[in-house]
């Protein structure tokens, strides 16, 4: 076995031809770039995502047809702010640069950037002023989506207007050298125009043919797990969740029967979950092994209140259980595991300098001898993107449609110390969330609905007698791929019937309160 961690990171071959088709988008630091790079696998142009220090030679060897210069907090006059090579934009490529992507290139070419006099942020009017591919066919006068504090006051030389507000210069661009620069987000839904913008540049300036296709990322997944594997075995880490068994799948259809999943009860599953998870893996045929393991992962989180602590003693003890069962299930050499972008994003700053929101024990929190070569062929995938990949596997609805679950289970959604008691408690009101949800038809139409036990009691009055007992938050909300998220309106009657059963069948608990928090500024889960 292995003692060195590996991580092997499968991605799609982006069409069979002889010239790949591929979009690198250089992460300076927003929260968002992942979302540029979504919107460019829509349009059916394959992207990546990529730090922004990457050297050009880098880049010339992955023959992109094109670069994307992200958003970032940074002021590019700033000492110590991010910022690429600048023969990068001498390459021959196109270029557009988005926010600060845009000032960068303003910045580095001779440009002048300042703080603006007057900052832009959220909905403005932009009046498209010069002639240019990238607005052709658009309305002249359309609403986009700002966030700057600096400006780009003075393009390069060489460089034309192509739009403004009435605050700022809103797009410029060097047609001859293939270089552009927007000041809003096309990336984001607020610019309702932004897809057709980036469709402009990818077909139209770019000469991408858009003819990347999940379907390509299976196929060519597929044939680099095989080649990997070889004649080894993997064990796969199966949460009964839509990534890990998507991921499962994937690679079952890649080894076969050499792949055994491996579900973990750590005791801090919701109600019924370990017996109902066991039985649809055996309705698809997979083999899985199922461990109890409760009692050792709720010893160790005995006493613990700090959410960072809790996540990694939980990720620290998955892998012990992991080398255990390994151990007994004969030599094993793989570990998959369904990491997707937004974990990856969230966890650790691989890619440029984005922030670290939250560890996770699949990602952020790995030992550096872990013992295995991980395989993670969801890696570069979003949520939607794998539920895609599941229905052309043919993964039952049942499981593609089942909501998130965080890998620490319910001891981020137990708010403090992770006792049984206070375990029992969450169990039970988030199995009414979850029932009063799908007997209202929601259950499919939102991202995620669960309760939350906050480490908060109230008084309160039940039979005439004074109470002091404590608090449930219930959460629900809708989005697309977890990176954002909006709080659901949901209906007062349907609130109302969760508020009375948990008050009334979960003893311990005598105050509701509904979490109307959206991501950011929030995230989905409370720890």
Same mark, same amino acid.
């Given at each position: 076995?292995?003692?060195?961690?590996?991580?092997?990171?499968?991605?799609?071959?982006?069409?069979?031809?002889?010239?790949?088709?591929?979009?690198?988008? @250089?992460?300076?630091?927003?929260?968002?770039?992942?979302?540029? $790079?979504?919107?460019?696998?829509?349009?059916?142009?394959?992207?990546?995502?990529?730090?922004?220090?990457?050297?050009?030679d880098r880049i010339r060897a992955r023959q992109?047809?094109?670069?994307?210069?992200?958003?970032?907090?940074?002021?590019?006059?700033?000492?110590? #702010?991010?910022?690429?090579?600048?023969?990068?934009?001498?390459?021959?490529?196109?270029?557009?640069?988005?926010?600060?992507?845009?000032?960068?290139?303003?910045? &580095?070419?001779?440009?002048? /950037?300042?703080?603006?006099?007057?900052?832009?942020?959220? %909905?403005?009017? @932009?009046?498209? /002023?010069?002639?240019?591919? @990238?607005?052709?066919?658009?309305?002249?006068?359309?609403?986009? *989506?700002?966030?700057?504090?600096?400006?780009?006051?003075?393009?390069?030389?060489?460089?034309?207007?192509?739009?403004?507000?009435?605050?700022?210069?809103?797009?410029?661009?060097?047609?001859?050298? !293939?270089?552009?620069?927007?000041?809003?987000?096309?990336?984001?839904?607020?610019?309702?125009?932004?897809?057709?913008?980036?469709?402009?540049?990818?077909?139209?300036?770019?000469?991408?043919?858009?003819? *990347?296709?999940?379907?390509?990322?299976?196929?060519?997944?597929?044939?680099?797990?095989?080649?990997?594997?070889?004649?080894?075995?993997?064990?796969?880490?199966?949460?009964?969740?839509?990534?890990?068994?998507?991921?499962?799948?994937?690679? #079952?259809?890649?080894? =076969?029967?050499?792949?055994?999943?491996?579900?973990?009860?750590?005791?801090?599953?919701?109600? $019924?979950?370990?017996?109902? &998870?066991?039985?649809?893996?055996?309705?698809?045929?997979?083999?899985?092994?199922?461990?109890?393991?409760?009692?050792?992962?709720?010893?160790?989180?005995? $006493?613990?209140?700090?959410?960072?602590?809790?996540?990694?003693?939980?990720?620290?003890?998955?892998?012990?259980?992991?080398?255990?069962?390994?151990?007994?299930?004969?030599?094993?050499?793989?570990?998959?595991?369904?990491?997707?972008?937004?974990?990856?994003?969230?966890?650790?700053?691989?890619?440029?300098?984005? %922030?670290?929101?939250?560890?996770?024990?699949?990602?952020?929190?790995?030992?550096?001898?872990?013992?295995?070569?991980?395989?993670?062929?969801?890696?570069?995938?979003?949520?939607?993107?794998?539920?895609?990949?599941?229905?052309?596997? =043919?993964?039952?609805?049942?499981?593609?449609?089942?909501?998130?679950?965080?890998?620490?289970?319910?001891?981020?959604?137990?708010?403090?110390?992770?006792?049984?008691?206070?375990?029992?408690?969450?169990?039970?009101?988030?199995?009414?969330?979850?029932?009063?949800?799908?007997?209202? !038809?929601?259950?499919?139409?939102? *991202?995620?609905?669960? %309760?939350?036990?906050?480490?908060?009691?109230?008084?309160?009055?039940?039979?005439?007698?004074?109470?002091?007992?404590?608090?449930?938050?219930?959460?629900?909300?809708?989005?697309?791929?977890?990176?954002?998220?909006? *709080?659901?309106?949901?209906?007062?009657?349907?609130?109302?019937?969760?508020?009375?059963?948990?008050?009334?069948?979960?003893?311990? &608990?005598?105050? /509701?309160?509904?979490?109307?928090?959206?991501?950011?500024?929030?995230t989905i889960e409370w720890e």
């Open positions: 076995m292995s003692t060195t961690a590996r991580v092997l990171t499968v991605t799609a071959e982006h069409e069979a031809s002889s010239e790949p088709e591929v979009v690198l988008v @250089l992460d300076f630091g927003s929260q968002y770039t992942q979302l540029i $790079g979504r919107r460019i696998r829509e349009l059916g142009v394959y992207s990546e995502i990529v730090p922004f220090s990457i050297p050009p992109p047809r094109a670069l994307i210069l992200s958003g970032g907090p940074r002021s590019v006059y700033e000492e110590g #702010a991010p910022r690429c090579d600048p023969a990068i934009l001498e390459l021959g490529l196109p270029v557009l640069g988005i926010c600060y992507g845009v000032q960068l290139m303003a910045h &580095v070419l001779g440009g002048e /950037v300042a703080p603006s006099d007057r900052r832009e942020y959220g %909905a403005a009017q @932009l009046e498209v /002023v010069g002639e240019s591919p @990238l607005f052709a066919g658009l309305p002249r006068e359309m609403t986009v *989506w700002m966030s700057h504090g600096d400006e780009v006051r003075r393009p390069p030389e060489g460089f034309r207007i192509l739009a403004r507000t009435d605050r700022s210069i809103g797009a410029i661009a060097h047609p001859e050298r !293939g270089l552009y620069g927007v000041q809003f987000h096309p990336e984001v839904a607020h610019t309702p125009y932004g897809r057709e913008i980036l469709r402009r540049f990818l077909f139209d300036i770019a000469g991408c043919r858009g003819q *990347w296709r999940l379907s390509a990322f299976i196929e060519s997944t597929i044939a680099r797990i095989r080649e990997e594997v070889g004649s080894g075995r993997a064990l796969c880490a199966l949460s009964g969740g839509v990534d890990s068994s998507v991921a499962a799948a994937l690679v #079952a259809r890649a080894i =076969g029967p050499r792949l055994i999943g491996l579900f973990v009860d750590n005791g801090l599953l919701r109600r $019924g979950e370990f017996e109902e &998870v066991l039985c649809a893996y055996e309705r698809m045929g997979m083999r899985v092994h199922g461990v109890r393991a409760g009692e050792r992962f709720l010893r160790r989180l005995r $006493g613990i209140t700090d959410p960072e602590q809790k996540r990694k003693i939980i990720g620290a003890e998955f892998i012990a259980v992991f080398r255990e069962e390994a151990a007994r299930l004969g030599p094993i050499e793989f570990l998959v595991q369904g990491t997707t972008y937004p974990d990856v994003i969230e966890s650790t700053s691989v890619r440029g300098p984005s %922030a670290v929101i939250k560890s996770h024990h699949n990602v952020g929190g790995l030992p550096e001898h872990l013992g295995f070569r991980l395989i993670e062929p969801l890696r570069e995938l979003f949520k939607d993107e794998v539920r895609e990949v599941g229905r052309q596997l =043919g993964v039952p609805r049942e499981i593609l449609e089942r909501h998130p679950f965080p890998g620490p289970g319910l001891a981020v959604r137990v708010l403090g110390e992770v006792t049984p008691q206070r375990l029992e408690i969450v169990r039970a009101a988030d199995a009414i969330v979850v029932e009063e949800i799908r007997r209202a !038809g929601l259950y499919e139409q939102v *991202w995620q609905a669960f %309760a939350v036990l906050l480490p908060v009691s109230s008084v309160g009055v039940m039979g005439d007698e004074r109470t002091y007992e404590q608090t449930i938050a219930i959460r629900i909300v809708s989005s697309v791929d977890g990176m954002t998220a909006d *709080w659901v309106r949901v209906p007062y009657d349907v609130l109302e019937r969760m508020a009375h059963r948990i008050v009334s069948e979960v003893r311990g &608990v005598n105050r /509701v309160v509904y979490d109307i928090s959206s991501k950011p500024p929030s």
